[in-house]
């Protein structure tokens, strides 16, 4: 099992482009975006692991993520918390699709970080109430045994 498999960051993605209100977005809508889903994200966490544990998670997403899109590096905090992305909209080098599918994946990573440690039925009820959606997908396959 991979870490955030392709349905997680499909839907991740999608949710992505959805927070930014527009069908087309530019790297600026992206940033805003982002640090909203990350925002509350962090503060859905934040009560139930501490401001710690939950900034620790958010810096290993960014750090997973950044293996395959090297990029994140020089744009996201690496010391801090990495929910603060100004300097994305000034990357010009990622086409925005580049930039969708990174930011897509430290948002990605941080659920599948967390359904390895707690478990997708406990993290998926949260990403929902953190982000108001209604559908997340099972990243696990169901036995019907």
Known sequence: MTLSPPPLRRFVRRTLVDATGVASPDRAQLATAFDQLCGRLHRQLKPLFGSTAVTALFVRAVHV???DFAWLRDVLPSDQDPCASDRIAL???????????????????N??????LIGEDMVLPL?????GVVDTPRTREVSHE
């Open 65 to 67: 993520a950044g293996a």
């Open 91 to 109: 990357a010009g080098d990622p086409a925005i699709e580049t930039v969708e599918e990174g930011l897509a994946a430290v948002l990605a990573h």
């Open 111 to 116: 659920i599948g970080l967390l359904n390895t």
């Open 127 to 131: 990403v929902q109430q953190a982000w």
